[in-house]
């Protein structure tokens, strides 16, 4: 994998991320219809495109892992940020397009019903991941930014239970997500403790 | 090992299943047009007295409907809660046309005079059929305007005799799994059921409804009889009944079962009383647009003036 090659594929990742986007302008202009709950289908459709994201995003180390493809990992920042864009759009059609700025309204609602303090809570943990993805940032933190970029695995919780507390009945969808995300973090225990016990030899006489 | 004796069927005699699910219409269609003698084109007694064409063609005039401006017909009619065509507000659209709604009878039970089996030609014949446009309320805060044809349940109700033991009346839908393929997920208790008190269920604006927009009910929205109760929240316009029983004690209903705390037996619209999890203060009218205002909910969806006297001393807040 050339430097060059890489950059064309993240150039693909990010198209790619940015069409569910570019599907709701085209068909709130017309072309196609957002149906019947115009509102209600750009904030769902934004909200699992940001879940969605995020899983992939977690799914980049164990690919890296199983594949030994180490360049996969020069995608990552990419789809993370992609997550972060749809999670702060789906955040603003909620406060714009279906609350209109009532921020009373908005304040109790966080305050008041927990599948809004989960949401709000997710978004608000990931602007420092944002804010500290690029390069620069990345060797001024050292070795905290690991530890801090960490805490997408409970970003990635608070959001598929953000998703599962709002569902009116069928749950199917938000526990498939659930069990998609704990394959991803198990995956990331099992290597942990592998690791752990590599370091101590064992006894050879 | 094919019989020789008759020629196979050839790909173009078999009949398109449009025309075999219209069979009784075009039987009834050319007996009309004089093209078969009545006596040769027997069409069964329990076929539905609807109009052959689907559409109502005297519906009479009902002075109080609403002036909001109707929701466009193909949101009504594409964005549905029906789960036993699946879950997505697209899938009954999508599923519904296995749906079966003839032959269709209704089974009568419980604290009456006159139970049994009556078929829909049985129910419908007597009543005149009216078009009211209502204001409809979903509880997860949409909401829609339809100009629904029907006649008040409590005028159907009087011709089975409810004795004074008949507290509440109790509604069952359709249950059948070869047709119904929502059913093989558990997610509500089937058959789905609901229930209103006597008082509700006589109330002049409860209607029996069977069409919208002056066309026979499409599968999707409840054909090819269903509840409207229009100061309710939705899920107790029950849809495609096929049980009504009298009861003395308030009958069990799906969502109530599904879930007490967020669904009650009364579940009339109020603004005051929130979902757990979420404000009825506003509602989002279907066909606004991306760029509408919610728009405040109005208590008894509006109909305070008809029904308020229902619950006349009852805590609107303990019984939700």
């Known amino acids: 994998m050339t430097r060059r090659r890489l950059a064309w594929l993240k150039g693909g990742v990010v198209l790619a991320g940015l069409t569910p986007l570019a599907l709701l302008v085209t068909r709130a202009a017309g072309i196609g219809s957002l149906g019947a709950n115009p509102v209600q289908e750009v904030q769902q459709t934004l909200g699992i495109t940001a879940l969605n994201l995020l899983l992939i995003t977690l799914t980049i180390t164990p690919l890296r892992r199983l594949s030994g493809f180490s360049w996969l990992i020069g995608l990552r920042r990419a789809l993370g940020l992609l997550a972060f864009a749809y999670a702060l759009l789906h955040a603003l059609s909620y406060i714009v397009l279906d609350r209109r700025l009532d921020w009373p309204s908005l304040i109790v609602d966080v305050i008041e019903r927990p599948w809004i303090t989960v949401g709000f809570l997710a978004l608000v943990l990931l602007v420092p991941l944002a804010v500290t993805s690029t390069n620069a940032m990345q060797r001024r933190l050292g070795k905290r930014w690991r530890s801090l970029h960490r805490s997408i695995y409970l970003i990635g919780v608070l959001g598929v239970l953000h998703f599962f507390l709002q569902v009116k009945l069928d749950t199917s969808e938000p526990l498939l997500y659930a069990l998609i995300l704990a394959a991803l973090l198990g995956f990331r225990v099992v290597d942990w403790l592998r690791r752990r016990t590599r370091r101590r030899p064992l006894n050879k006489s | ?320």
């Open chain 2, 1 to 320: 090992m094919r019989n020789l004796r008759q020629p196979p069927i050839k790909p173009s005699e078999i009949t398109s299943e449009s025309h075999f699910r219209r069979r009784r219409e075009i039987l009834k269609a050319a007996v009309a047009a004089g093209l078969i003698p009545s006596g040769l084109a027997s069409t069964p007694t329990t076929a539905a007295p609807l109009p052959g064409d689907g559409r109502f063609s005297d519906l009479t005039h009902w002075p109080d409907s609403t002036t909001a401006t109707p929701t466009p017909v193909d949101f009504v009619t594409s964005y549905n809660n029906y789960y036993e065509f699946g879950t997505d507000k697209s899938d009954p659209s999508k599923y519904a046309h296995t749906l079966v709604t003839d032959p269709w009878s209704v089974s009568v039970e419980g604290e009456a005079d006159h139970t049994g089996t009556y078929t829909l030609e049985d129910i419908l014949e007597p009543h005149t059929l009216e078009e009211r446009i209502y204001r409809f309320r979903c509880v997860e805060a949409w909401s829609m305007v339809v100009p629904w044809a029907g006649f008040p349940l409590g005028d159907l109700l009087k011709r089975f005799a409810p004795t004074s033991r008949a507290k509440y009346v109790e509604f069952f839908t359709l249950n059948d799994p070869d047709t119904m393929p929502g059913l093989r997920y558990p997610v509500l208790r089937w058959p789905y059921r609901e229930g209103l008190t006597i008082a509700e269920a006589m109330h002049p604006l409860t209607l029996l409804t069977v069409g919208l927009y002056g066309r026979v009910l499409p599968n999707q929205n409840g054909a090819p009889l269903r509840l409207i109760v229009p100061w309710k929240y939705g899920f107790k316009s029950i849809k495609s009944i096929v049980r009504i029983r009298f009861t003395e004690s308030q009958p069990a209903t799906s969502w109530n079962m599904a879930n007490a705390r967020e669904y009650g037996f009364y579940s009339n619209v109020n603004p005051d009383v929130p979902h757990p999890r979420w404000s009825q203060a506003s509602e989002r009218p279907l066909g606004a647009g991306l760029f509408a205002s919610r728009v405040p909910t109005l208590l008894f969806n509006g109909y305070a003036e008809d029904v308020a006297g229902l619950y006349a001393g009852l805590d609107l807040v303990r019984h939700y």
